[in-house]
Each structure stands twice: as structure tokens, then as C-alpha cells.
């Protein structure tokens, strides 16, 4: 009897196309794991690859920004906690999976010594045999790293910190917010709404043909001003008017990651610099850096800075911007500035936080109190100008 395919959600079926790319195990595990139909799968394989298109990068980040290929853009980690009881939960099933993981590499020596994609590999070798005491054992490690990296995509943190976001960030900005699962996007979008009424909208493989044109269109003819999309740049969307992009939760494979973000950064003739916030889980297995290992290739090419996000308070702590921040205060202190000046001076800390403002030259920083056209923008670029000379460490002299 042929299986209705259509019972199968996006969720289920990215999942499957993660199984078989990114872990290695073969379709006919999946068939027996899941009981999905053996051409059901190569078709999801087969639109999936249609879908991504041709790869956006061939040479690294670097390259790209001096062939002038991608906009000018800057990165902000930023590091989020799980709740009690997510903590709990993650904790139970990485003590699991690190038990049955320990009884198979003391027994199964060939999965010893290898890298990801090849103990993968042998890993679903070793579930399609029978039975057997190990098999079985295989099975549930597969299966409990499938649970563990959904509870991490579902942290409670995650929507938290997109809306406290988008409430500091700039109020005219184009935001594309990236997600894995459908349902957590359908949330973000439905708490923004609230936020921003007639701003939102959002952008996924559920969603039929018409609905998601539209929704593009709308966002592109800046109708909307902010898109929330599963997966969505996987399919061959550009989105060159973005601003911002933030990641609330992110593939595990670079490639995908370059891809999509290559879609926003391609160069269409912005002045600004693009911002990227990735969002992750301090405490789970989730990359800490949204390059990983291209970030190396990128310091002191374009600012890549580590924040935190505290969901008691709703604030975000960045260290090393503190420093400073705590240092130009300090010195207006010393100069003896006015009170009122002083509270001007620190709202304006605040507000450029979660910017890379302070990352601009001095003599650009010049520039931009030349040409402001409010006060409030004018007193905001002297902030920045004072951040950029106590980096420098200019700020040490009162005279």
C-alpha cells in the first residue's frame, strides 16, 4: 500500500535530510528507523538540493570582502542560557549518551580515532546489524542526540533574546531572523507581532506557494520590515536589503551557514556594515562562534564580539565593550562634565552596545558628528568617538 508522504511535516523531513548529509546514515536505516519509503527520501534529497542552489563561496570570507563580493559586516556572539529545567533535561541526556557511548568505544574499536562524519558513518553501520546488544545501543545514541539537539534549538531563551533584541535594536532596520524549527518560528513571529504590529512577517516551507511570494514581496517592497524564516534561505532567497540577521538557532553544518549568510551579504551597493547576531547555548554542544573556524581567518578584519543575554533582567553584557565604556565615563568624571552631560554620555553607552560603532576610526567617527542631523545623533557619534580613543587608550590623560 503506498504511504500518503504528505503526513510528513517540514520538521520530520529536514531531520531526515540532516540524517543522511550531515550524519551519514544511510537511507536504508532510515527506512527501517522510521518507516519511511526508500523513494520518499532520495525525492526529499533531490528537492532539497534543488532548493540550496549552487554554492555561494568557493574561497573564504576574506577574499570575498576585498573582491568587494560581500557587504562590509560584523558578528556578535551571543551566549544564552538554558532554564532549570531545560539544564536538567540537557544534563540527562548527555550523562545517557556519554554512558552508552563509553560501553561502545570500549567494544567497537573502530569507532576510535576518527572525525565526525566518519564515527557517524560507522555508527549507522553498526545500528543496521541485528539485534544485537550493541546494534540496539547504536539505535539509542542516535536517537538521544536527535532529542538532545531539539530541546537546544526549543530553549526558552531563544525567543526571549530575539525580543529583547529587536526592542534596543534600530527601530528602521531590515531584520532577517533565521530558525531550525518551524514551530519556534511560528512563536517568534507571533510575540513580534505584538511588538511590532503590521511590521512582521514570516517566511516557511509550511506555508503554501502564494502566501510565501507575497510575504516576500512585502519585504522587499519594505511593506514589512522584519521576516521570520525557517530554513527559508536554503531555498534560493536573496534578501540583499537586509540589515540585520539574527540567528536564533543554527544548522551544525558551516556550509549551510556559509550559504545562507552569503544570501544577506552579497553585495548591493550598502554603505553600512551588516550586523549578524548568532544566538547559542553556553552550556550545550552548540559551536560558540557563529564561523567557527573561518572567524581565525577574519580578527581584526571585522569585529566579532562575545555578549551575553540574561533573560531574568532582559539585558545583554559584553565585557570587553564595558571596559571602555567604564573608562569613558571615568574620564568625564575626571574632566568634571556636567551631571546632565554625564547621564546624555552613559544612555548613549547603552544604545551602542549592541553596535560596532566604537569599531569605526577615529577620524570616520568625525565624520558622522559632521554630518548628523540631530542633536541625539550628533551626541550619540561623540559617545562612539570617546569608545574609539579609549580602545586606542587615549582617554588615560584627564589634560
Not at 35 to 55: A, F, H
Not at 235 to 261: F, W
Request: proline share 2%.
Amino acid at each position: 500500500m503506498k504511504k500518503n508522504t504528505n503526513r510528513y511535516n517540514e520538521d520530520f523531513k529536514t531531520e531526515i535530510i540532516r540524517l543522511v548529509r550531515e550524519e551519514n546514515r544511510p537511507v536504508s536505516r532510515i527506512v527501517k528507523d522510521f518507516g519511511v519509503n526508500d523513494q520518499t527520501i532520495r525525492n526529499w534529497l533531490k528537492q532539497s538540493k534543488d532548493k540550496q542552489g549552487q554554492e555561494i563561496f568557493k574561497y573564504g570570507f576574506t577574499e570575498a570582502l576585498n573582491a568587494n563580493i560581500i557587504s562590509s559586516f560584523a558578528i556578535f556572539n551571543l551566549k544564552l542560557k538554558f532554564t532549570p529545567d531545560e539544564e536538567l533535561q540537557y544534563l540527562d541526556f548527555s550523562k545517557q549518551l556519554t554512558l552508552a557511548l563509553e560501553i561502545l568505544l570500549q567494544n567497537c574499536p573502530f569507532l576510535r580515532n576518527v572525525n565526525k562524519q566518519q564515527f557517524f558513518a560507522g555508527l549507522e553501520q553498526l545500528a543496521q546489524q541485528s539485534d544485537d546488544d550493541f546494534a540496539v545501543l547504536a539505535r539509542t545514541v542516535l536517537i538521544l542526540a536527535v532529542h538532545r539537539k531539539d530541546l537546544v534549538y526549543r530553549a526558552q531563551s531563544r525567543l526571549s533574546c530575539v525580543k529583547s533584541l529587536l526592542i534596543q535594536l534600530p527601530q528602521t532596520a531590515n531584520i532577517l531572523i533565521f530558525n531550525e524549527r518551524i514551530e519556534v518560528a511560528d512563536a517568534i513571529y507571533n510575540e513580534l507581532q505584538l511588538l511590532f504590529p503590521g511590521q512582521v512577517g514570516r517566511y516557511h516551507s509550511q506555508m503554501d506557494e502564494r502566501t510565501k511570494k507575497n510575504m516576500l514581496r512585502k519585504y522587499q517592497d519594505a511593506q514589512i520590515r522584519i521576516l521570520v524564516s525557517c530554513r527559508a534561505l536554503d531555498e534560493g532567497l536573496n534578501v540583499p536589503a537586509t540589515d540585520i540577521g539574527i540567528i536564533a538557532s543554527s544548522t551544525s553544518s558551516n556550509r549551510q551557514r556559509i550559504q545562507r549568510l552569503g544570501r544577506i551579504l552579497r553585495q548591493s551597493g550598502k554603505t553600512h556594515t551588516t550586523k549578524l547576531y548568532y544566538l547559542y547555548i553556553g552550556s550545550s554542544n552548540e559551536d560558540q562562534d557563529l564561523l567557527a573556524n573561518i572567524s581565525r581567518d577574519l580578527s581584526g578584519i571585522i569585529p566579532i564580539l562575545d555578549l551575553e543575554y540574561d533573560q531574568d533582567s532582559g539585558t545583554f553584557i559584553h565585557s570587553a565593550y564595558q571596559v571602555l565604556a567604564d573608562q569613558v565615563l571615568d574620564y568625564t568624571k575626571r574632566k568634571d562634565w556636567r551631571a546632565e552631560i554625564i547621564t546624555e554620555i552613559t544612555r548613549n553607552l547603552e544604545l551602542g552596545k549592541l553596535s560596532c560603532d566604537w569599531w569605526l576610526p577615529e577620524q570616520e567617527c568625525n565624520l558622522k558628528i559632521k554630518n548628523a542631523s540631530s542633536r541625539s545623533e550628533r551626541n550619540y557619534w561623540v559617545c562612539m568617538q570617546l569608545l574609539a580613543k579609549a580602545s586606542l587608550g587615549r582617554l588615560t590623560n584627564p589634560h
